[in-house]
């Protein structure tokens, strides 16, 4: 099963921007669509963006879509989460996961493997 290792997350004022990324084990990346979801404490685990295996296709939740732009590259197993105009909403436990082929991309049963979480903070 892929590894997944997230980074990049931290503390940053709202109007800032972070770049997330994840790394992932193994050689069914390029072959594997990914999701980035977030928690929030006490909230459940939430939707925020997907991309397909040839990265031509990208997915967006309502809140986020504008904002935040998901890019790959397979060349280096690695998927990214790019976050500008960041809002205090935005702060939460981001993760990202490997998406079972043919399911929904937004949600959190379609996907399989998980990575630890990497921490964005968004003071006002």
């Known amino acids: 099963q892929v590894q997944l290792i997230e980074s990049g997350g931290g503390l940053v004022q709202a109007g800032g921007s972070l770049t997330l990324s994840c790394a992932a084990s193994?050689?069914?990346?390029?072959?594997?669509?990914m999701g980035w979801f977030r928690q929030a404490p006490e909230t459940e685990r939430e939707f925020v963006a997907a991309?397909?295996?040839?990265?031509?296709?990208?997915y967006y939740a309502e809140s986020v879509k504008g904002r935040f732009s998901i890019s790959r590259d397979n060349a280096k197993n690695t998927v990214y989460l790019q976050m500008d105009s960041l809002k205090p909403e935005d702060t939460a436990v981001y993760y990202c996961a490997a998406r079972r082929y043919g399911s929904p991309y937004s949600l959190r049963t379609s996907y399989d493997a998980w990575g630890q979480g990497t921490q964005v903070t968004v003071s006002s």
């Open positions: 193994g050689s069914t990346f390029s072959s594997t669509g």
């Open positions: 991309i397909s295996r040839s990265g031509a296709s990208a």
